[in-house]
Nanobody, 122 residues
Framework: QLQASGGGPVQAGGSLRLSCAAS????????MGWFRQVPGKEREFVGG????????YYADSVEGRFTISRDNAKNTAFLDMISLKAEDTAVYYC?????????????????WGQGTQVTVSS
């Protein structure tokens, strides 16, 4: 089970950290992904991190501004967002999958958190 948190309102140019807490003892064997969705649009891939945290991959739209990390000892993944823009406004979801590797397609993920709203005002 995944629990995303940390969303909220923020001004453009500001920063925010989202957390994704996982229950269970297999967190270290899961690769993690972050997605986001705005009303009327498909959910889009933001970034992902591999099982041990030494590799990550990001969508072009967030590259250089967002950073994904994880603490396997605490069963938690993080999405650090800086230089936020109004177009980053969305519901953010964390997801996990057992298969190796970072993948951008949401259908490849096995577990999903409930989403946390990020609202960036300009």
């Amino acid at each position: 089970q995944l629990q995303a948190s940390g969303g909220g309102p923020v001004q453009a140019g500001g920063s925010l950290r989202l957390s994704c807490a996982a229950s269970g003892r297999t967190f270290g064997s899961l690769s993690m992904g972050w997605f986001r969705q705005v009303p009327g649009k498909e959910r889009e891939f933001v970034g992902g991190i591999n099982q041990n945290g030494d590799r990550s991959y990001y969508a072009d739209s967030v590259e250089g501004r967002f950073t994904i990390s994880r603490d396997n000892a605490k069963n938690t993944a993080f999405l650090d967002m800086i230089s936020l823009k109004a177009e980053d406004t969305a519901v953010y979801y964390c997801a996990a999958k057992a298969a190796l590797g970072i993948r951008t397609k949401e259908g490849l993920y096995d577990y999903w958190g409930q989403g946390t709203q990020v609202t960036v005002s300009s």
